[in-house]
């Protein structure tokens, strides 16, 4: 048996992964090759992964439903041509009866459809929780949303609702209930996102608090969001000046510290202790008066941030979602973009419910976090909060038995 994987972003391709693994673990001899449709699918060469196809890293990094400059650049860089080469693929794969799956939004899905081969459908991208919660339609949900009954679009419940649509997988429980309101084929697995996240579970220190820095994983604008992010930083110092506050900045694998440790030394901070992956500061200049109180550490060694940290500041997608999967209020503001933008921010307040706490710069960052820190009554909703939106950890291999039974064999799912 053949399975071909398609993904759209990192975070996609990481999830795939999940279930890839779970799947290797069961079925030794499945062929799985990849087709990363944006960047260069390193998550899949790390497993050894064969890619099926040509791949490209374009400027927008697969935010060209922007428009404007970033989808020019994207054409001038070949995107249509990539595109025609990606289909092609996709539809020779089809022809030798292999299987697929979609991993991330429409263009995936879309991919896997006009393969005509069998094929099943990860939704990584879209949320009821969008546009609605448990207790009915958000308020700023357009009369249009309304109409149309679902965030997904009525050309991605056909393709969802299609014969050879095995099975699909939303990310949360709420957006599949609304999904099987129609003939689609959809099941409440959980979210691969929160596979092998843990949280500390011993009580939190009055005294001190832990607070894990999200700037993204997309560069350059991961520096960008790293300078104000920063600001933020100083603003909690001021604000809350009795706290032992230890900031951990979770930095992606895949980028280079060097531009994020220039940052913070331009900003007054000095290294004190350098390691593998990671980099330790303390604020010297500026605030001499906190030196025992405060320190700063930028990490690759991301698993243990989340498990540590109280509370995050973030500017960042995936890493914000599992922060609040594990039941932790994030305190976020908007950025220059390409992602990071007001509109998306907005957007993952809410998605993401009470566990955001949005302002508008990142010098009201310090306030509030004071605010949240000390309701408890907000702290508890924020935890119950988390396990509804983004589910508990096991989704990649409560997937892989379904597609074992629903995609790889004539069996049923029960």
Same mark, same amino acid.
């Given at each position: 048996?053949k ?6 972003g990192? @975070? ?14 069961d079925?030794p ?6 087709l990363?449709i ?5 998550a899949y060469q790390?497993?050894?992964i064969?890619?099926?196809g ?6 927008s990094?697969?935010?060209?439903y922007?428009?404007?400059n ?14 025609l ?8 794969w089809?022809?030798t =009866?292999g299987?697929?799956l979609?991993?991330?939004d429409?263009v995936p899905?879309l ?9 099943a ?8 929780y969008?546009?609605r919660?448990e207790f ?13 009954d679902s965030?997904?679009l009525?050309w991605?419940?056909?393709l969802?609702?299609c ?9 949360d ?7 099987q309101q ?6 409440d697995l959980g979210n691969?996102m929160m ?5 500390k579970?011993m009580?939190?220190e ?10 993204g994983s997309?560069?350059?604008e991961?520096?960008?969001n790293w ?5 933020a ?9 009795q706290k032992q506050l230890?900031f951990?900045a979770a930095?992606?694998?895949a980028?280079d ?13 000095q290294?004190t202790s ?5 980099v330790?500061?303390?604020k010297?200049e500026?605030?001499?008066s906190?030196?025992d109180?405060v320190s ?5 060694h991301n ?7 109280d ?5 960042? =997608?995936t ?5 609040? @999967?594990l039941?932790?209020?994030?305190v976020?503001?908007?950025?220059? =973009?390409?992602q990071?933008?007001y509109?998306?921010a907005?957007?993952?307040a809410r998605l993401?419910?009470c566990?955001i ?9 310090g306030k509030?976090?004071?605010k949240?820190i000390d309701?408890?009554q907000l702290l508890n909703e924020i ?5 509804r939106r983004m589910?508990e950890a096991?989704a ?5 038995k379904?597609l074992?039974?629903m ?8």
């Open positions: 048996m399975l071909l994987v398609l993904s759209n990192h @975070g996609e391709d990481l999830i795939a992964i999940r279930i890839i693994e779970r799947l290797l673990q079925i001899e499945l062929e799985i090759s990849a990363p944006v960047g260069q699918g390193y790390n497993l050894h064969s890619l099926a040509r791949v490209q890293q374009m400027p990094g697969g935010f060209i922007k428009g404007g970033p989808l020019w650049q994207d054409l001038r860089r070949g995107l249509i041509q990539l595109t080469e990606q289909i092609s693929v996709v539809r020779q089809g022809k =009866g299987k697929i979609a991993v991330g429409l899905l991919y896997a459809w006009w393969s005509k081969a069998d094929y459908f990860v939704g990584t991208a879209k949320s009821e969008y546009v919660d009915g339609w958000l308020p700023q949900t357009s009369w249009l949303e309304r109409k149309l965030i997904y009525p991605e419940r056909w969802m609702s014969d050879r649509c095995r099975g699909v997988f939303p990310r429980s709420l957006t599949t209930e609304i999904l129609w003939a689609i084929p959809a099941y691969p596979d092998g996240l843990t949280s579970s009580p939190r009055a005294h001190k608090l832990d607070i894990l820095l999200l700037p997309r560069m350059p991961a520096v960008r300078q104000q992010i920063l600001t930083v100083w603003s909690v110092i001021k604000t809350l000046p230890n951990q930095i992606a694998p980028l510290l060097k531009p994020f440790m220039i940052s913070a030394v331009t900003q007054g901070w290294v350098k390691q593998e992956q990671t330790i500061l303390t010297l500026e605030a001499p906190f030196d109180k700063l550490t930028l990490t690759q698993q243990e941030c989340f498990k540590q940290a509370i995050a500041i973030a500017m960042a =997608g890493a914000t979602e599992q922060f609040v @999967g039941g932790k209020p994030v976020i503001f908007p950025g220059e =973009g390409p990071f933008t509109a998306f907005e957007a993952q993401l419910g566990a706490l949005m302002v508008e710069n990142p010098g009201q960052v509030a976090i004071a949240v309701d408890e935890g119950i909060n988390g396990k589910g096991g990649a291999k409560r997937i892989a379904c074992q039974k995609l790889l064999s004539s069996a049923q799912f029960d």
